[in-house]
Each structure stands twice: as C-alpha cells, then as structure tokens.
C-alpha cells in the first residue's frame, strides 16, 4: 500500500511551469511585433539625399564602322614538273 503523504515520493508534474509560460509569452509578443513591421504599409526611406548619378550607363552602345572587306590572297603559281 501506498501512502499519498509519504515525504520520498517525487511530485508530479503540473505540465508547464510560470517560467516556461512567460518565455512563450514574450516570444509570441516579439514574433507578432516583427510580423506588424515587415506588413506595416508606408515607405521606408533609408537615405535623405539621392542616389548618385553615374557615368556611360544612359546613351546607346557608339555605332561601330563596318570591317573592310578584304580581298583573297592570290594563288600560287603551280610548279612544273
């Protein structure tokens, strides 16, 4: 027979403890803050002054001049034999 007082027995369990309640607590606050501030609509202007200009990227390739036509070698003489 088992005595329910007995003072080696172990307690149980209640399931969670406050602690573990709280760090789930303050996780879902921080997950659902972070969720609020990537969907926040509005611009996120990250520079005061504009991006600067820059160089050779806004007019067209310059037009190249055709190759010049090349003639063929001449041929050389056949030898006698």
């Not at 088992?2 to 969670?16: A, L």
């Not at 926040?40 to 005061?48: C, F, K, P, V």
């Not at 600067?52 to 003489?77: D, F, M, V, Y």
């Amino acid at each position: 027979m088992t005595y329910p007082n007995e003072p080696r027995r172990s307690p149980e369990s209640d399931g969670m403890s406050g602690a573990m309640m709280a760090g789930i607590a303050i996780a879902l606050v921080l997950f659902l803050g972070v969720i609020i501030w990537a969907f926040n609509a509005g611009d996120r202007q990250t520079a005061s002054s504009p991006p600067p200009s820059t160089t050779g990227q806004g007019a067209p390739a310059p037009k190249l001049a055709p190759a010049p036509e090349r003639t063929p070698a001449p041929a050389p003489s056949p030898k006698a034999q």
